[in-house]
């Protein structure tokens, strides 16, 4: 799962809620903090959340427990979606909101 030579996509909601920036910076995150380190199964959970008004991405495996918390140098802004998904379908990796999962 995950592997970083697989498609990438964000959905259109995703787009219009983050910048592109903190959209790399999620596949970034996957791809160094994570791959190898925990066993990612095809859902994964991020949180967004407020460091002193700059942006912190969270990692859960469960959607539950935080794993990893890894600060960004971006602004944290209020309209940000507190959490996203993303899903791995074996061939398509693609970040979403949770309301899209459905």
């Not at 959970?45 to 971006?74: C, M, W």
């Amino acid at each position: 799962m995950f592997e970083a030579n697989h498609a990438r996509f964000a959905t259109e909601g995703t787009v219009r809620s983050l910048p592109k920036e903190v959209i790399d910076s999620i596949w970034v995150i996957i791809d160094a903090d994570l791959q190898g380190v925990y066993p990612l199964e095809n859902l994964l959970y991020f949180g967004l959340e407020n460091n002193h008004g700059k942006l912190t991405i969270s990692y859960s495996q469960d959607g539950q427990a935080i794993d990893v918390r890894v600060d960004l140098p971006f602004p944290y802004n209020e309209n940000f979606p507190k959490n996203i998904l993303v899903y791995d379908d074996g061939t398509r990796q693609t970040i979403l909101l949770p309301n899209e999962a459905e």
